[in-house]
């Protein structure tokens, strides 16, 4: 398992220059086969749906979920465990706060997110929860994304809503 994931990232990575700028293949393997416990959390990325890649963020480097829609596997969850139990009827099995902390990643910040799209366009017929603000959760709402129009746009909801359509994207430090 652990080659097979490795050879589907190097693919990815070569595919994907755009995303990693002067970095090199055997600089992430290497960090890979020395650290388990992020080949394993990169493997879960990988089993949602995430398609995950290198990208820098700030001056840190990242694997990111970089699917062109919102992980399949990581769809119709509310925002976090709280909205989650404040359901009277037809909660779902989970949420991306908590699906998250299962992976080993953190969902994206609106920052994250805007860049992660200046490198390509996703989320175009999905959207994406993204880190919301503690004001804006404290008032039972929570922050998500998407591509449409040819600009990205941030919306709000109830952090208890849940659609088909949508999911999160995470980040794990490498």
Not at 79 to 108: C, F, Q
Not at 129 to 146: N, S
């Given at each position: 398992?652990?080659?097979?994931?490795?050879?589907?990232?190097?693919?990815?990575?070569?595919?994907?220059?755009?995303?990693?700028?002067?970095?090199?293949?055997?600089?992430?393997?290497?960090?890979?086969?020395?650290?388990?416990?992020?080949?394993?959390?990169?493997?879960?990325?990988?089993?949602?749906?995430?398609?995950?890649?290198?990208?820098?963020?700030?001056?840190?480097?990242?694997?990111?979920?970089?699917?062109?829609?919102?992980?399949?596997?990581?769809?119709?969850?509310?925002?976090?465990?709280?909205?989650?139990?404040?359901?009277?009827?037809?909660?779902?099995?989970?949420?991306?706060?908590?699906?998250?902390?299962?992976?080993?990643?953190?969902?994206?910040?609106?920052?994250?997110?805007?860049?992660?799209?200046?490198?390509?366009?996703?989320?175009?017929?999905?959207?994406?929860?993204?880190?919301?603000?503690?004001?804006?959760?404290?008032?039972?709402?929570?922050?998500?994304?998407?591509?449409?129009?040819?600009?990205?746009?941030?919306?709000h909801n109830g952090a208890e809503s849940y659609y088909a359509s949508r999911g999160f994207r995470g980040k794990v430090k490498?």
């Amino acid at each position: 398992m652990v080659n097979k994931t490795i050879e589907i990232l190097r693919d990815r990575f070569e595919k994907n220059k755009h995303r990693h700028g002067g970095v090199s293949w055997s600089t992430i393997e290497d960090k890979l086969r020395k650290n388990m416990n992020l080949l394993a959390t990169v493997e879960k990325m990988e089993k949602t749906g995430g398609e995950p890649d290198v990208v820098e963020i700030g001056d840190k480097l990242y694997f990111v979920d970089c699917s062109l829609e919102s992980p399949k596997n990581r769809r119709s969850l509310c925002y976090d465990r709280k909205s989650r139990l404040s359901r009277k009827e037809h909660a779902p099995l989970s949420s991306a706060i908590e699906m998250a902390t299962e992976i080993g990643i953190e969902i994206l910040t609106g920052e994250d997110y805007r860049q992660l799209q200046s490198l390509g366009e996703i989320d175009l017929k999905t959207s994406s929860w993204v880190k919301t603000p503690k004001e804006v959760r404290d008032l039972g709402g929570a922050v998500f994304a998407d591509r449409r129009y040819d600009r990205v746009f941030f919306y709000h909801n109830g952090a208890e809503s849940y659609y088909a359509s949508r999911g999160f994207r995470g980040k794990v430090k490498i």
